[in-house]
């Protein structure tokens, strides 16, 4: 029977965050589950939207589980951590010589030694098995992935929707894949696009994105993926990049030219969507409840702080009446809420802890209620996780109509349990404030179609031209700001 070797490392690499990624993020887990090695890696993937998890349930050969882990997005990943698993995963495939691997891999990952770390983690497998061992990957829609990913590897597939929805389809995709290549090889075509793209204007719920992921299915060939990019990384091959696969190389080549030329035609028609916080918060105000506000630009799911308080702010200078806010991290005042106790009024300084984005807010509190922060994930896109997110309190700012739910370890707010771990059901209350860029509509369009984008600062610029980029490669444009480097 085939051998298969199966593991994964993701990481989504902001190289503008203010903070490292350590070997312990990688250990611990939050959103997502922590380090898991070897045959618990059956238990811990099984129904999970993990892409390993969908291809180890799709594939019909033996299995050798490795490992996996990922971290929540942020600064760049110190070495020790990459050499660590990377080393790990490769020995691993060098002492089993297996008959094919597959790897679940981001695609955003950077080290300060490498700018394309997935592409050093592809080489080193490939110099581990061979030129004719096959080897597929998959990675998430926000890649930025280079020319050295399509030359090393023998099939890559990417998620097709954002919210991120299909992870586990998209490991399932990977061993169909593979299971084509193991008949023999597949031609490959390949190529990047001069176009950067601001996070929010990505989202296959919005044109042009949805129509232009929906034709990848009508496509006359084996396989084809577009990666949009993850455009806070200040990295030469930063942007989107298609990947096609067939045995006759002109229908390859032709499925690829066609998709470069309609996200060229599209060009003018991705909108970040962004408004700035107060009139945003006001405007909120005027919709029938409840609204969904998303902070995009403290998003921690794109390497933001989690933890500027600009949206906050807003709500109370509009006098919000009646808004929720989640998940803000801030471990000093949740760890003051739980000494103080529920029911306790406290005085807070909330947020903030950067001040290149946003300032402490201080008030005084009511505690409501407290959490350990673990819990059930039951919207689409974490669904059937268990969040480790630590304690978590629920606090009311006195004199206002505003309650903050602070955390202790950083994680976007893409599920509604984000609110129910302290006892708040979203869809009844007016304004619903979220630490999210796009994941969050997977679960929130569930209860509204009323979404709006706040501009307020953060880690995860979506006006790229305002990005300090110095190393993403020359001619690419910026959006439609008009601006190409």
């Known amino acids: 029977m085939t051998r298969v070797a199966v593991a994964g490392f993701q990481h989504e690499t902001n190289t503008f965050a203010p903070f490292p990624t350590t070997l312990e993020t990688f250990r611990t887990g939050g959103s997502w589950p922590a380090l898991t090695r070897g045959e618990a890696l059956h238990d811990t993937m099984r129904g999970l939207n993990i892409p390993l998890s969908g291809f180890m349930a799709a594939c019909t050969h033996e299995l050798i589980p490795i490992l996996w882990c990922g971290a929540e997005p942020g600064g760049y990943v110190e070495e020790d951590a990459f050499e660590a698993?990377?080393?790990?995963?490769?020995?691993?495939?060098?002492?089993?010589?297996?008959?094919?691997?597959?790897l679940d891999l981001h695609g955003a990952m950077v080290t300060q030694r490498y700018n394309d770390a997935e592409a050093e983690i592809i080489a080193r497998v490939r110099a581990a098995i061979g030129p004719d061992t096959p080897f597929v990957v998959s990675f998430d829609l926000h890649g930025n992935l280079s020319t050295p990913v399509s030359d090393l590897t023998d099939g890559v597939t990417l998620y097709r929707t954002y919210p991120h929805t299909d992870l586990a389809e998209t490991g399932a995709r990977a061993?169909?894949?593979?299971?084509?290549?193991?008949?023999?090889?597949?031609?490959?075509?390949?190529?990047?696009?001069?176009?950067?793209?601001?996070?929010?204007?990505?989202?296959?719920?919005?044109?042009?994105?949805?129509?232009?992921?929906?034709?990848?299915?009508?496509?006359?060939?084996?396989?084809?993926?577009?990666?949009?990019?993850?455009?806070?990384?200040?990295?030469p091959d930063v942007g989107p990049a298609i990947f096609a696969y067939d045995p006759d190389p002109a229908k390859a080549q032709a499925a690829v030219d066609q998709i470069t030329a309609s996200i060229l035609a599209a060009e003018t028609q991705f909108d970040a969507r962004l408004e700035q916080a107060l009139p945003c918060v006001a405007r909120a105000m005027t919709l029938e409840a409840p609204v969904v506000i998303a902070d995009p630009q403290d998003n921690p799911g794109a390497g933001g702080t989690g933890d500027t308080t600009g949206i906050l702010r807003a709500l109370i200078e509009n006098n919000a009446p009646d808004a929720v806010l989640s998940m803000l991290y801030d471990p000093k005042t949740a760890a003051a809420a739980h000494?103080?106790?529920?029911?306790?009024?406290?005085?807070?300084?909330?947020?903030?802890?950067?001040?290149?984005?946003?300032?402490?807010?201080?008030?005084?509190?009511?505690?409501?209620?407290?959490?350990?922060?673990?819990?059930?994930?039951?919207?689409?896109?974490?669904?059937?996780?268990?969040?480790?997110?630590?304690?978590?309190?629920r606090l009311r700012i006195i004199g206002t109509g505003v309650t903050v739910v602070v955390g202790s370890r950083r994680g976007q707010n893409a599920d509604q349990e984000m609110f129910r771990v302290v006892g708040i059901e979203p869809r009844d209350h007016a304004i619903v404030c979220v630490k999210s860029g796009v994941h969050f509509m997977a679960d929130y369009l569930r209860i509204t179609d009323r979404i709006l984008f706040a501009e307020s600062p953060g880690a995860n610029p979506c006006h790229l031209e305002t990005l300090p980029y110095t190393k993403i490669r020359k001619g690419i444009r910026l959006g439609n700001s008009g601006k190409t480097t």
């Open 85 to 102: 698993i990377v080393g790990e995963i490769v020995q691993t495939i060098a002492d089993t010589k297996p008959d094919a691997v597959y």
């Open 175 to 235: 061993a169909h894949l593979l299971d084509q290549l193991l008949q023999g090889p597949l031609a490959k075509a390949y190529k990047q696009v001069d176009l950067l793209l601001p996070i929010t204007a990505q989202s296959t719920e919005f044109e042009p994105a949805k129509s232009i992921y929906a034709a990848l299915a009508n496509l006359d060939v084996s396989s084809a993926d577009i990666a949009m990019g993850f455009p806070p990384a200040d990295i």
């Open 339 to 393: 000494a103080a106790g529920q029911g306790a009024e406290i005085d807070v300084s909330i947020g903030g802890a950067f001040d290149q984005y946003s300032k402490p807010f201080k008030a005084r509190v009511k505690v409501e209620r407290l959490s350990d922060g673990v819990f059930d994930f039951t919207g689409p896109m974490f669904g059937g996780a268990t969040a480790h997110l630590g304690p978590v309190a």
